[in-house]
């Protein structure tokens, strides 16, 4: 204590660790340092490295912004709860600007995110949804294009469609693109994002305790390409990216789906609908679909898919399973690595297939009650012919008591692991 000031030393345990591990715990240790400054009511910080090391830097500056996050819309008396510290200040001689730029990009992104997944459904609609999508592409720079339900009837989204026909809200079918004239990539990646708004369970209803209470969430793979797309087009990576969001809420009304149902595709196949609480995998499915049209040279789903992925991992991890070639994979699973969101890779063995067999259509949506997110995985499958992987974020996308710099609510899960990995294609 300096009278005016305090300084803080973060003093580094002399242990062996890998570069991701050294820069988690300094995100951590930087989540420590926040509840100090939040205690004797900081309002800024300079953060210098001792040995001018500029990724330790980004990871405890990060540690601390991610920390100092809050939702506080609904609150009457917003200052009285508000964190003290309103500036970061990085002090480096070696730091890069574009890595300063790509740093503050992904920490805004992750910020946009949670906001986007800590909104109650009565406001954020499919509707909304949609305004909040164009009012970050004017932020940040990427193009928006918003199909209404009659050009998605004309599109023939038979699964979009159906789990909206109980909705007092039509869907809508978001198009996002980032296409700087210096690209990398020839053909675009392709981000699909599950943007289910709310999840009653539809007739499969859900029951209430610690189910439906927070099905808010249920958009969290669309908030984080969203904000994946935020954050390339904040930092200006040379990649060409198309990001697609189908929206609604799945409802329970005498006009909505029920289980039994027989619907028909985007993609022409037939869907037996045996619960109409696997809702995400049918939106999916046509957004999946439609993206064949880009020819894309990797498409990456993110969903709050199943709780049986929640389940196997928890919150500390992400399910994923698609067709990429082994080394594409590992470039993910490091990217995973980088950003402490780790990914749990599941097979799609061609045995789980028979479990999705129908009677009375080309499948059905639901595989029983074994290996629940590998069946989900299974289904997406049939909706695609080009380079694919899915993740599963049920786990870590909403946490219901705080976890160091992820906090409580929102985590903005996924962004900076999409970040981080289709960073990889524009360097």
């Known amino acids: 204590n300096q009278y005016k000031r305090f300084v803080f030393i973060i003093h580094l345990e002399t242990k062996e660790q890998t570069a991701c591990q050294w820069n988690e715990y300094l995100r951590n240790e930087a989540n420590k340092l926040q509840t100090s400054l939040i205690e004797h009511k900081c309002t800024a910080i300079q953060v210098v490295s001792a040995t001018e090391n500029a990724e330790q830097l980004l990871a405890v500056s990060e540690g ?3 920390s100092n996050y809050q939702f506080l819309k609904y609150f009457a008396e917003k200052e009285k709860i508000k964190h003290s510290l309103q500036t970061i200040i990085l002090v480096s001689q070696s ?31 499919a509707a909304q949804f949609g305004r909040e999508i164009e009012a970050i592409g004017t932020e940040t720079g990427f193009t928006v294009q918003l199909l209404n339900k009659k050009k998605i009837e004309s599109l023939k989204m038979g699964g979009l469609l159906a789990v909206n026909k109980g909705s007092k809200t039509p869907p809508v079918f978001a198009i996002m693109e980032w ?39 249920d958009m969290g793979g669309a908030a984080g390409v969203v904000g994946a797309m935020s954050a390339i087009a ?81 919150s500390q991890g992400l399910v994923a399973m698609g067709t990429l070639g082994d080394t594409t994979f590992d470039t993910l699973k490091q990217s995973g690595k980088n950003t402490h969101e780790r990914i749990v890779e599941f097979p799609l063995w061609d045995e789980y297939d028979k479990l999705l067999k129908s009677d009375i259509a080309d499948m059905k949506n639901i595989g029983g009650s074994v290996a629940g997110s590998i069946t989900a995985g299974k289904f997406l499958q049939r909706f695609i012919d080009y380079p694919w992987v899915h993740i599963d974020i049920a786990g870590p996308a909403f946490l219901h008591s705080p976890d160091s710099y992820r906090g409580k609510g929102a985590t903005g899960t996924s962004v900076r692991l999409l970040f981080d990995f289709i960073k990889t294609f524009g360097e």
Do not use: W
Request: glycine fraction near 6%; hydrophobic fraction near 40%; proline fraction near 4%.
């Open 179 to 217: 296409k700087p004239e210096n690209a990398n990539n020839k053909k675009p990646i392709v981000l699909v994002g599950k943007g289910i708004v709310y999840d009653t369970g539809g007739h499969s209803l859900k029951s209430t305790a610690n189910s439906m209470d927070f099905m808010k969430i």
């Open 95 to 125: 730091m890069s600007q574009s890595k300063y730029n790509q740093h503050y990009a992904v920490v805004n992104a992750v910020y946009q995110a949670r906001n986007l997944g800590n909104e109650p459904y009565s406001f954020l609609d």
């Open 234 to 314: 904040k930092a200006q990576l040379a990649v060409h990216v198309i990001c697609l969001v189908p929206m609604t809420d799945n409802a329970i009304s005498n006009t909505a789906y029920v289980p039994g149902d027989v619907i028909t595709m985007h993609s022409g196949a037939t869907v037996e609908v045996l619960n109409t609480d696997a809702e995400g995998r049918l939106v999916l499915a046509d957004a999946l679909s439609y993206a064949k049209k880009y020819d894309p040279m990797i498409t990456i789903d993110v969903a709050t898919l199943t709780g049986a992925a929640a389940f196997t991992v928890g």
């Open 64 to 66: 601390l912004a991610l």
